[in-house]
């Protein structure tokens, strides 16, 4: 038996290819996040893991990566998918859930290298984690958010078919900001024009409680 077996899951877009963290994959997306991710003067993360000082920044991206692959768990897990364009790692792509065998139901967050951005590529790999979580892991519904200036994320979501689920007021560097709820039911999920491919789920399946 396969104590890990996640480490053999893939998802393949017609550009990308999508597999959980691995070390060596890690330290690659951990120097893409030293590179940049948004511009100094914005924030478009809920928690603001980029306003680290250098190196701190690195230590922390594969540190919290680490701690989301040893806390996983039927009952609560994230999988955080390395994507990568042409065998480099160009972003990170989360699905979570908590009690999936009951609720069925799934968060998603990722980010892009600043090199790697307005290319179509956060529309390709959210849909890659959604059909995923839809087609083959059985969800009902998956959930997001996003600040109202984050438009580029604002906008994968409206092409993907995400509904208006609520705002709140959150603190944001000292200022509020307004943070949009997004749901999708499996229902209204604008399907893209190609097929995922996935390779070795089935042995995941217990891992994610489905």
């Not at 955080?80 to 160009?90: A, E, G, N």
């Not at 943070?179 to 789920?201: M, N």
Request: contains cysteine; glycine residues 10%; aromatic residues 8%.
């Amino acid at each position: 038996m396969d104590p890990w077996p996640l480490r053999h899951l893939v998802l393949r877009t017609p550009r990308l290819e999508l597999r959980p963290d691995d070390d060596a994959g890690l330290l690659e997306l951990a120097g893409l996040a030293g590179q940049g991710i948004h511009p100094p003067a914005e924030m478009p993360f809920i928690v603001p893991f980029t306003d680290r000082a250098p190196g701190e920044l690195e230590r922390g991206v594969a540190q919290y990566n680490w701690r989301q692959r040893a806390e996983l768990s039927p009952a609560k897990w994230t999988v955080s998918f390395l994507v990568r364009h042409q065998d480099r790692v160009i972003g990170n792509q989360s699905l979570s859930a908590e009690e999936f065998a009951i609720t069925r139901e799934v968060r998603s967050g990722s980010w892009l290298g600043m090199a790697h951005q307005g290319k179509g590529f956060g529309t390709e790999m959210r849909a890659a984690v959604l059909a995923f979580a839809f087609d083959h892991l059985g969800a009902v519904q998956a959930r997001s958010e996003a600040f109202a200036d984050n438009h580029a994320s604002l906008g994968v979501s409206r092409r993907l078919g995400y509904l208006d689920n609520g705002s709140k007021l959150v603190a944001r560097r000292g200022q509020a900001a307004t943070e949009l709820g997004l749901r999708l039911p499996a229902a209204e999920f604008v399907r893209p024009d190609w097929t995922l491919e996935v390779e070795g789920l089935d042995a995941c399946r217990e891992l994610l409680g489905c």
